[in-house]
């Protein structure tokens, strides 16, 4: 199945549960793999369900390709702790590549756990031999990036070397969701950075880098990660050559649906009460038309 979008058909190979709603308003067709099938999200004190395996994952896959629906111009895919998960979602989205050259893989979210205590000593290679060199858009906070490339951001200019560091290891887009950098807005502000890598028709090479400062929110929640790649995929299929307007279209949508959920979390919990995980799942549905049409509240900068 297909579905024309700016006169261009397209279709996204999805393996994670909140990665279907954005690119499906946004026009695009959808086959989607729950890479778990959870009772509800983990943000919450108790959950069950089932975990996908590698085998079942290409017992999937093999009765798409049966009956020759395997034809992608994206694919997107969420965490995993399972280096054999892992290496068969790589697997598949070769073969995707040798049958369409110009398929995007966006490899979203985060790529490890937030402490390095955590990080599974099996995860990493695979994610950093594998995943990266496969793919053309991935989304690292600053631990991750620095964790993939061992080099240390203090600087701006630290974070744009590790860019490119990454650039070098496969990806044609890297855009750091968050640092410690110190904001020019003030200490209630995370920096974020972003890099493109662009060839022209003459085979001429150049980078786009853009630097975006984006409110802290005191609040946790679960599936912005997910929200955020799926908004930069589908921005970056509008703007292929404009990172700045893809990212602040992005993060614009970030906004309105976190302010949107918050201010209805607190509605819920009452004055003086902190907002419990059922009454902090994201607003996606009441978001609808900030996603098709954002208004820009989230401007980026572009850095040399």
Known sequence: MRVSVTTTLHEAFNISHYLCFVPQVLGFEVDSINSVQF??????????????????????YEGIKLNNVHHYDYVLTGYTRDTSFLEMVVDIVQELKRANPSLVYDKSTHFFPSSPQYVPQNLYPVYKNKVVPVADIITPN??????????????????????????????????ITSSDLPPRLGDRFLVSLGSQRHV?????????????EVPKVDAVFVGTGDLFAAMLLAWTHHYPNDLKTACEKTFSVMHHVIQRTISHAHDLAGPGRRPSPPQLEL???????????PAIVTEATLIS
């Open 200 to 212: 022209h028709p003459d085979g001429s090479r150049t980078t786009e880098r853009v630097r975006i």
């Open 283 to 293: 607003r996606m549905v009441q978001s609808k038309a900030d996603i098709e049409d």
């Open 39 to 60: 009772s509800n999200h983990t943000g919450y004190s108790h959950w069950k369900g089932q975990v996908l395996t590698a085998d079942e994952l290409h017992v999937l």
């Open 142 to 175: 600053q631990f991750e990036a620095e964790l993939l490339t061992g080099k240390t951001i203090n600087t701006e200019k630290d974070a744009v070397e590790v860019m490119d560091l990454l650039h070098a290891m496969g990806p044609d887009t890297v855009v």
